[in-house]
């Protein structure tokens, strides 16, 4: 099989899951959500990303929601879809009730979604050796983007640039000309030897994969850094990669019209690289008593 939802705890097709014209998620996008990538059948970064869930549904003032019997709902559809290299989507409503821009009463259950999928990691795979090219457009979403909403539509309109334009993703470049992150991947760039991103604030969701990138090259060696580029800094980069939960790592070596690190991978990603695809064998690896 190659995709199974589960809908407020049931188990159906992707193509049977319906939800009410009154959810709040359609209604208003007032929604969160998370994506984990799978392995042979295990959710990657699993306790991260269901921090940040919380943390997303405690911004948005969303009733308490059972992380853990959530991800057993989640572990029972992975079991059930016989998806073993996949992605597992997560998706929380403020439920179902009459429109109004008010918050409904607090008894009203929020409307739980989880798509279990298949992944054809082929394509990625390639880019991840022959790297990608992006452009540039305006940052143009809410200022919460610290928390994983379902308000897309300024990320959707920036992609569909970038795609048009023929180039893997977008980097969104804000009024004051600095870089924030990319459409739905995050950015990080090495110059002199060290890598570095934009400070994690309201302006950028904090990346599972970017964290857990940032401590992974730190015990590697690789320092870190907070920093704030400008585009044209950007482009003046030693290196640039995109990092995410289904893509890894990405190295760029296009933005717009000018080639990052001689328009080949640079010698750092591929370390990056390395590292990431070790730490997930290691997790993989049977454990010995």
């Known amino acids: 099989m190659e995709s199974l939802a589960c809908l407020n705890g049931e188990l159906m097709p992707v193509d049977e899951a319906r939800i009410p014209i009154w959810d709040r998620g359609f209604?208003?996008?007032d929604a969160v959500y998370e994506v984990m990538r799978i392995y042979q059948g295990r959710c990657w970064l699993e306790e991260a990303h269901l921090g940040r869930l919380r943390r997303s549904l405690a911004s948005m003032e969303f009733p308490a929601v059972d992380l853990t019997e959530l991800m057993n709902r989640v572990n029972r559809t992975i079991s059930a879809?016989?998806?073993?290299?996949?992605?597992?989507?997560?998706?929380?409503?403020?439920?179902?009730?009459?429109?109004?821009?008010?918050?409904?009463?607090?008894?009203v259950p929020p409307t739980e979604l989880i798509v279990i999928r298949?992944?054809?990691?082929?394509?990625?795979?390639r880019n991840r050796e022959s790297g990608v090219a992006t452009l540039s457009q305006p940052e143009l979403r809410w200022k919460r983007c610290d928390v994983k909403s379902t308000n897309l539509l300024a990320?959707?309109?920036?992609?569909?640039?970038?795609?048009?334009?023929?180039?893997?993703?977008?980097?969104?470049?804000?009024?004051?000309?600095?870089?924030t992150e990319a459409t739905h991947s995050s950015v990080l760039w090495v110059r002199d030897g060290r890598l570095e991103g934009t400070p994690e604030d309201n302006g950028i969701l904090p990346g599972t994969t970017r964290r857990f990138l940032i401590e992974a090259a730190g015990e590697t060696g690789i320092p870190f850094a907070e920093a704030r580029l400008s585009l044209d800094d950007l482009k003046r980069a030693d290196e640039v990669l995109l990092v995410g939960t289904t893509i890894e790592i990405f190295p760029v070596i296009r933005i717009d019209d000018t080639p990052i690190s001689g328009g080949q991978p640079g010698a750092l990603t591929r370390r990056l690289?390395?590292?990431?695809?070790?730490a997930i064998e290691r997790w993989l690896a049977p454990q010995t008593v």
Request: charge should be negative.
């Open 27 to 29: 209604l208003f996008g």
């Open 81 to 107: 879809s016989g998806v073993e290299e996949g992605t597992a989507y997560l998706h929380i409503t403020r439920g179902v009730a009459p429109r109004a821009h008010a918050f409904p009463d607090a008894s």
């Open 118 to 125: 298949s992944y054809d990691d082929t394509q990625p795979s």
């Open 155 to 179: 990320n959707v309109m920036a992609h569909e640039a970038a795609h048009r334009a023929g180039c893997f993703e977008a980097i969104l470049v804000g009024e004051d000309g600095l870089v």
């Open 273 to 278: 690289q390395a590292t990431f695809r070790e």
